[in-house]
């Protein structure tokens, strides 16, 4: 191979001249592919006259993990292709990367990369700005931390939720530890993701690992995915794949979506279109066909559960409402019926009562809920609900089964580690993630009525913040044009560094940008999402261009700035890290892990285990529930949650599950002027906001608004006509796509579109969160950005 | 005569197009060209009852490139023989001795050679016969993350899975396309659904 002679070494020369020598990373001389070629990892491929090498896809927050063979030659990714390990088995299938994977040459080669830090020079929000050197830009960081350090205090300091890098050692983690390390920053918990079903799970069994090990949806028989659309947003790499082997093993499944999706075309037998919004009274009302007609189990229900009837009420609360009091309308009057859930749902009454019993009788029996129906008002009743119905039909604890809630693998919770340390927080002060703009406009007096973790009130409003991979500064929080009113004003917020690859929407508000290198061009290694149970090695592939630098370099050479590099670093390159990182797979997860360098010398890109005996969730509960109670006050499955009672807020926050009209509603005034009910799914262009720019990712699927026949009719719109969405809070201008795979009432706008406003104030760029509200769920604090009303006229 | 053909199982196709996305990645496909294209088809109506809405829908997806036909059109009115047929079956453009005069296109009842205006020339889905004579499946085939597509040859995979053409490939085709389809589960569960392209502008061309 001639070509090793060619490659290119001095775009590296000039970046390691530039940085000094400072980290370990640059200590040597030879190009990241000459190092890796020169350990023997890099393989020559037939017909190709470059290296080929395997890799993990960049980790963004879509729900897979995934294997990317790239091609690289004269120091350039010239083709990706995916794992091409020789056997690809049901225990330990391929992991073949999705559309996104294979088209990551163009964000990885894209034209508008950041290069150089940059400085805002305009009004905060115009998005002018000058370019500076890395000096300048990291001494105005440092200067600006330790000024409000010393003017506010350390929980000033706000690192925001942000996933567009996550690996081991890319991405917002990097930042913690450093501010955990300089005093510490206001911390957070919950997800934009999974507020909701992460909070109400465990009222009903005391934990989050609900799941059983994937290979074991195989041994289903009826399989409901409830609001759940793998094939799209990818919730595990495989998870499309094994329910479409689960269905070729004789499962029948059936998909309930407003919407129906490609996982209903891909892998259901039958589509139920739900008006959004409304699953806990189908919920409900399948309980009620149940229990009328005895099909619950009653022996487990007896041995397992709280709350189900008025003979299992907890101690003391004898008189309050038990589950089944609520079902048939004991306290309240109103029998929870198909009849009356067919008005509420859509769903017709008949059709209830067939998936309600083929559910309860076809055993074993899988209801795997989604997300999006969390993601709403009242979004913790849903997630109640779905495993209310699991346990009232005893389909916990069983192969082929599935307790529902967010069904974190069984035993040890699955994948998704965060090894890389990251040190505790002396500010113990947490808010909910949803929450941060409260912060920003009133933090200073906050406490539990905001869901204020830690302290009795927070004793600071926000006054930095530094947004590490993070677009979730204004386009994926809820309600932009009031996000933007609020970032705007430098007497609230008074820095915002932001540190992406791109100028995102959110990097619009900074006042300072630092360029970040992109996951391929510094080592990493990731471990699956949800599920998985493999890790993939992440090698340096090609150099930082321009000025970038990756999370961790900027980190450290910030941590100088403070004197506490050494600290910091441990004296570690990332390389080191990650070395670091297996060694601690190995004392935990995987014991025959091998070490990194026979990694990379395999060059599969993955180490994998085989399922073959997949784990079960609370199968020893089961069993035996009195020697293996669950985490739950009673150490029951509760159906009724005295947890819940004693919040003592009934209508919002009921000890049993229940079906809530939400606060912007078809069935409420609000419809009169907004009579549609909008969603934003998970795109297959996009990982959330990452890839909008990707061009050849927007030809493949453009971002429309998606509307029924029905619907459009009625506004005289047509296939491709430009409109606009609008409602109180904003106002987005879109062409259309007519389609019937959207329940009349509905319409769509796939979420993360970079929001692009025109000088009129609508939005061009498609994002749904010019249409969102910031209103939380009363429980879980979370965010409840799907329970939208508009309307939609030509434009 | 062996003839290579590909198998593609409707009934599991989420239409992720990752198919698509490693065709184009592998052959540098310029804007515009489309070789390997995923036509997502709907039929039937809603039928509105009381406060319900119920579907009567037929819904699937096909992924399409060449079929590399046994009657090859393309190659009967190539005025420049640059439109080749193999031993093994592929179809392959000469660009050297194509002319761009896109009669193949016009022949085509597939949409597959399609005109790449930077160099003048037809191009389409060759098979990836590099691959092929490497003895590797066709990047699409090994992209596949529902495992939706195989390739193999004609007659068997005709003897395994049957042979039906769906909608948008027209009936009986006298090219005797080598794809080999398992239809959609949803088509032939209602009678007369009118099927049609609804992401037109996905699956457009130069």
Same mark, same amino acid.
């Given at each position: 191979?001639?070509?090793?002679?060619?490659?290119?070494r001095?775009?590296?020369?000039?970046?390691?001249?530039?940085?000094?020598?400072?980290?370990?990373?640059?200590?040597?001389?030879?190009? !990241?592919?000459?190092?890796?070629k020169?350990?023997?990892v890099?393989t020559?491929?037939?017909?190709?006259?470059?290296?080929?090498i395997?890799?993990?896809?960049?980790?963004?927050?879509?729900?897979?993990? !995934?294997?990317?063979?790239?091609?690289?030659?004269?120091?350039?990714?010239?083709?990706?292709?995916?794992?091409?390990?020789?056997?690809?088995?049901?225990?330990?299938?391929?992991?073949?990367?999705?559309?996104?994977?294979?088209?990551?040459?163009?964000?990885q080669?894209?034209?508008?990369r950041?290069?150089?830090?940059?400085?805002?020079?305009?009004?905060?929000?115009?998005?002018? $700005?000058?370019?500076?050197?890395?000096?300048?830009?990291?001494?105005?960081l440092?200067s600006?931390?330790?000024?409000?350090?010393?003017?506010?205090?350390?929980?000033?300091?706000?690192?925001?939720?942000?996933?567009g890098s996550?690996?081991?050692i890319?991405?917002?983690?990097?930042? =913690?530890?450093?501010?955990?390390?300089?005093?510490?920053?206001?911390?957070?918990?919950?997800?934009?993701?999974?507020?909701?079903?992460?909070?109400?799970?465990?009222t009903?069994?005391?934990?989050?690992?609900t799941?059983?090990?994937?290979?074991d949806?195989?041994?289903?028989?009826?399989?409901?995915?409830?609001?759940?659309n793998?094939?799209?947003?990818?919730?595990?790499?495989?998870?499309?794949f094994?329910?479409?082997?689960?269905?070729?093993?004789?499962?029948?499944?059936?998909?309930?979506?407003?919407?129906?999706s490609?996982?209903a075309?891909?892998?259901?037998?039958?589509?139920?279109?739900?008006?959004p919004?409304? =699953?806990?009274?189908?919920m409900?009302a399948?309980?009620?066909?149940?229990?009328?007609?005895?099909?619950?189990?009653?022996?487990?229900?007896?041995? !397992?559960c709280l709350?189900?009837?008025?003979?299992?009420?907890?101690?003391?609360l004898?008189?309050?409402?038990s589950?089944t009091?609520?079902?048939f309308?004991r306290?309240?009057?109103?029998?929870?019926?198909p009849?009356?859930?067919?008005?509420?749902?859509?769903?017709?009454?008949?059709t209830?009562?067939?998936?309600a019993?083929?559910?309860?009788?076809?055993?074993?029996?899988?209801?795997?809920?989604?997300y999006?129906?969390?993601?709403r008002?009242?979004g913790e009743?849903?997630?109640?609900?779905?495993?209310?119905?699991?346990?009232?039909t005893?389909?916990?604890?069983?192969h082929?089964?599935?307790?529902?809630?967010?069904?974190?693998?069984?035993?040890d919770?699955g994948p998704?580690?965060?090894?890389?340390?990251?040190?505790?927080?002396?500010?113990?002060a947490?808010?909910?993630v949803?929450?941060w703009t409260?912060?920003?406009?009133?933090?200073?007096?906050?406490?539990k009525?905001?869901?204020?973790k830690?302290?009795e009130?927070?004793?600071?409003?926000?006054k930095?913040?530094?947004? *590490?991979?993070?677009?979730?500064?204004?386009?994926?929080?809820?309600?932009?044009?009031?996000?933007?009113?609020?970032?705007?004003d430098?007497n609230?917020v008074?820095?915002?560094?932001?540190?992406?690859?791109f100028?995102?929407?959110?990097?619009?508000?900074?006042d300072?940008?630092?360029?970040?290198?992109?996951?391929?061009?510094?080592?990493?290694?990731?471990?699956?999402?949800?599920?998985?149970?493999?890790?993939?090695?992440?090698?340096?592939?090609?150099?930082p261009? $321009?000025?970038?630098?990756?999370?961790?370099?900027?980190?450290?050479?910030?941590?100088?700035r403070f004197? *506490?590099?050494?600290a910091?670093?441990?004296?570690?390159?990332?390389q080191?890290?990650?070395?670091?990182?297996?060694?601690?797979?190995r004392?935990?997860?995987?014991?025959?892990?091998?070490?990194?360098?026979?990694?990379?010398?395999?060059?599969?890109? *993955?180490?994998?285990?085989?399922v073959?005996?997949?784990?079960?969730?609370?199968?020893? $509960?089961?069993?035996?529930?009195?020697?293996?109670?669950l985490p739950?006050?009673?150490?029951?499955i509760?159906?009724?949650?005295?947890?819940?009672?004693e919040?003592?807020?009934?209508?919002?926050?009921?000890?049993?599950p229940k079906?809530?009209?939400?606060?912007?509603?078809?069935?409420?005034?609000?419809?009169?002027?907004?009579p549609?009910?909008?969603?934003g799914?998970?795109?297959?262009?996009?990982?959330?906001?990452t890839?909008?720019?990707?061009?050849?990712?927007?030809?493949?699927f453009?971002?429309?608004v998606?509307?029924?026949?029905?619907?459009?009719?009625?506004?005289?719109i047509k296939n491709?006509d430009?409109?606009?969405v609008f409602?109180?809070?904003?106002?987005?201008?879109?062409p259309?796509r007519?389609?019937?795979?959207?329940?009349?009432?509905v319409?769509?706008?796939?979420?993360?579109?970079w929001?692009?406003?025109?000088?009129?104030?609508?939005?061009?760029?498609?994002?749904?969160?010019t249409?969102?509200?910031?209103?939380?769920?009363?429980?879980?604090?979370g965010?409840?950005?799907?329970?939208?009303?508009?309307e939609?006229?030509?434009? | 005569?062996?003839?290579?053909?590909?198998?593609?199982?409707?009934?599991?196709?989420?239409?992720?197009?990752a198919?698509?996305?490693a065709?184009?990645?592998k052959h540098?496909?310029?804007?515009?060209?489309?070789?390997r294209?995923?036509?997502?088809v709907?039929?039937?109506?809603w039928?509105l009852?009381?406060?319900?809405?119920?579907?009567?829908?037929?819904?699937?997806?096909?992924s399409?490139?060449?079929?590399?036909?046994?009657d090859?059109?393309?190659?009967?009115?190539?005025?420049s023989?640059?439109m080749?047929?193999?031993?093994?079956?592929?179809?392959?453009?000469?660009?050297?001795?194509?002319?761009g005069?896109?009669?193949?296109n016009?022949?085509?009842?597939y949409?597959?050679?399609q005109?790449?205006?930077?160099?003048?020339?037809?191009?389409?889905?060759?098979?990836?016969?590099?691959y092929?004579d490497?003895?590797?499946?066709?990047s699409?085939?090994?992209?596949?993350?529902?495992r939706?597509?195989?390739?193999?040859?004609l007659?068997?995979?005709?003897?395994?899975?049957?042979?039906r053409?769906?909608?948008?490939?027209?009936?009986n085709?006298?090219?005797?396309?080598?794809l080999?389809?398992?239809?959609?589960h949803?088509?032939?569960?209602?009678?007369?659904?009118?099927?049609?392209i609804?992401?037109?502008?996905?699956v457009?061309?130069?």
């Amino acid at each position: 191979m001639g070509d090793q002679n060619k490659i290119d070494r001095r775009c590296f020369l000039k970046w390691s001249a530039m940085l000094g020598g400072g980290l370990a990373v640059s200590s040597s001389l030879l190009s !990241c592919l000459d190092r890796l070629k020169e350990e023997g990892v890099v393989t020559i491929e037939k017909g190709f006259d470059g290296f080929v090498i395997r890799t993990g896809c960049p980790a963004h927050n879509c729900g897979g993990r !995934c294997v990317l063979k790239l091609f690289v030659k004269d120091n350039k990714i010239v083709r990706i292709e995916t794992d091409d390990r020789p056997t690809d088995e049901v225990n330990d299938p391929q992991l073949r990367a999705c559309v996104r994977g294979r088209a990551y040459r163009r964000r990885q080669y894209h034209p508008d990369r950041l290069q150089y830090p940059m400085k805002r020079t305009g009004q905060r929000g115009e998005g002018r $700005f000058e370019r500076i050197s890395w000096e300048g830009a990291l001494d105005l960081l440092a200067s600006q931390i330790k000024r409000v350090r010393s003017e506010y205090g350390n929980s000033a300091i706000y690192i925001p939720y942000g996933t567009g890098s996550y690996n081991q050692i890319n991405g917002r983690q990097t930042a =913690d530890r450093l501010m955990n390390l300089l005093g510490g920053s206001l911390g957070y918990y919950n997800s934009y993701s999974w507020a909701c079903i992460s909070q109400a799970t465990p009222t009903v069994y005391g934990t989050n690992v609900t799941g059983n090990q994937r290979q074991d949806w195989l041994n289903s028989k009826y399989i409901l995915m409830w609001g759940w659309n793998p094939a799209e947003m990818r919730d595990g790499t495989n998870s499309d794949f094994l329910i479409k082997k689960a269905r070729e093993n004789g499962a029948k499944v059936v998909c309930i979506d407003p919407r129906m999706s490609m996982s209903a075309v891909a892998l259901a037998d039958e589509w139920i279109p739900i008006r959004p919004g409304t =699953d806990t009274a189908l919920m409900s009302a399948m309980a009620h066909e149940i229990i009328s007609e005895n099909l619950h189990d009653k022996d487990f229900i007896d041995r !397992c559960c709280l709350g189900f009837d008025r003979s299992q009420m907890p101690k003391g609360l004898e008189a309050e409402e038990s589950y089944t009091d609520y079902i048939f309308g004991r306290k309240d009057g109103q029998e929870k019926s198909p009849a009356w859930a067919e008005g509420i749902t859509g769903v017709p009454q008949e059709t209830i009562q067939k998936i309600a019993r083929e559910y309860a009788t076809t055993k074993p029996a899988m209801l795997y809920q989604g997300y999006g129906m969390q993601r709403r008002a009242y979004g913790e009743q849903p997630v109640r609900g779905g495993c209310v119905l699991a346990a009232i039909t005893g389909n916990v604890g069983l192969h082929g089964a599935w307790s529902s809630g967010l069904g974190l693998q069984a035993k040890d919770g699955g994948p998704f580690w965060n090894v890389f340390p990251t040190g505790s927080n002396p500010v113990k002060a947490r808010i909910p993630v949803f929450l941060w703009t409260e912060a920003v406009l009133h933090g200073k007096g906050m406490g539990k009525e905001y869901g204020v973790k830690g302290t009795e009130q927070l004793d600071n409003d926000l006054k930095l913040i530094w947004a *590490v991979a993070s677009n979730a500064l204004i386009n994926q929080h809820a309600d932009v044009n009031r996000t933007a009113k609020i970032l705007k004003d430098e007497n609230k917020v008074e820095f915002i560094a932001v540190q992406d690859n791109f100028l995102t929407s959110s990097g619009m508000f900074a006042d300072l940008i630092l360029p970040a290198c992109t996951q391929f061009e510094t080592w990493g290694l990731e471990d699956g999402w949800k599920y998985g149970d493999e890790v993939i090695i992440m090698p340096q592939i090609v150099e930082p261009p $321009f000025e970038t630098k990756s999370d961790y370099h900027i980190c450290a050479e910030l941590s100088k700035r403070f004197g *506490v590099y050494d600290a910091y670093t441990q004296n570690r390159s990332e390389q080191q890290w990650i070395e670091w990182v297996v060694e601690q797979y190995r004392k935990s997860r995987f014991p025959e892990i091998p070490s990194l360098d026979n990694l990379k010398k395999e060059n599969t890109g *993955v180490y994998a285990v085989k399922v073959n005996n997949p784990e079960i969730a609370f199968d020893k $509960f089961r069993e035996n529930p009195e020697a293996h109670p669950l985490p739950t006050p009673s150490g029951r499955i509760e159906i009724f949650s005295s947890k819940l009672y004693e919040l003592n807020n009934p209508k919002e926050i009921p000890p049993v599950p229940k079906y809530i009209q939400e606060w912007e509603s078809p069935f409420d005034a609000s419809a009169e002027k907004y009579p549609l009910q909008a969603m934003g799914h998970h795109y297959m262009a996009r990982v959330h906001s990452t890839h909008d720019n990707n061009d050849w990712l927007a030809e493949a699927f453009p971002q429309r608004v998606f509307i029924n026949p029905m619907d459009a009719g009625k506004r005289d719109i047509k296939n491709g006509d430009m409109v606009r969405v609008f409602n109180e809070r904003g106002s987005l201008l879109l062409p259309c796509r007519l389609t019937p795979k959207l329940m009349p009432g509905v319409v769509d706008i796939p979420q993360g579109a970079w929001w692009k406003p025109d000088g009129n104030g609508h939005d061009r760029g498609g994002c749904v969160n010019t249409l969102t509200s910031h209103r939380w769920t009363p429980y879980a604090f979370g965010n409840a950005q799907h329970t939208i009303m508009v309307e939609i006229e030509k434009a | 005569m062996k003839q290579y053909a590909f198998f593609f199982d409707s009934n599991a196709c989420s239409g992720c197009k990752a198919c698509e996305m490693a065709c184009r990645d592998k052959h540098d496909l310029d804007y515009g060209l489309r070789w390997r294209r995923v036509y997502e088809v709907t039929g039937g109506s809603w039928e509105l009852k009381g406060k319900t809405a119920l579907p009567q829908l037929v819904a699937y997806n096909l992924s399409m490139s060449c079929n590399q036909c046994v009657d090859a059109p393309c190659v009967k009115v190539c005025p420049s023989s640059a439109m080749q047929k193999r031993e093994d079956g592929i179809v392959f453009v000469d660009t050297d001795k194509c002319m761009g005069c896109k009669l193949c296109n016009w022949a085509c009842p597939y949409d597959a050679p399609q005109y790449n205006e930077k160099e003048g020339v037809m191009t389409k889905c060759d098979f990836c016969r590099d691959y092929v004579d490497e003895g590797k499946v066709p990047s699409c085939v090994a992209a596949c993350p529902m495992r939706v597509l195989e390739f193999g040859e004609l007659e068997k995979l005709k003897e395994k899975h049957g042979y039906r053409s769906v909608f948008p490939m027209p009936v009986n085709s006298t090219a005797h396309p080598a794809l080999v389809v398992k239809p959609h589960h949803s088509i032939g569960k209602i009678a007369n659904f009118n099927p049609e392209i609804i992401n037109q502008e996905e699956v457009k061309h130069a």
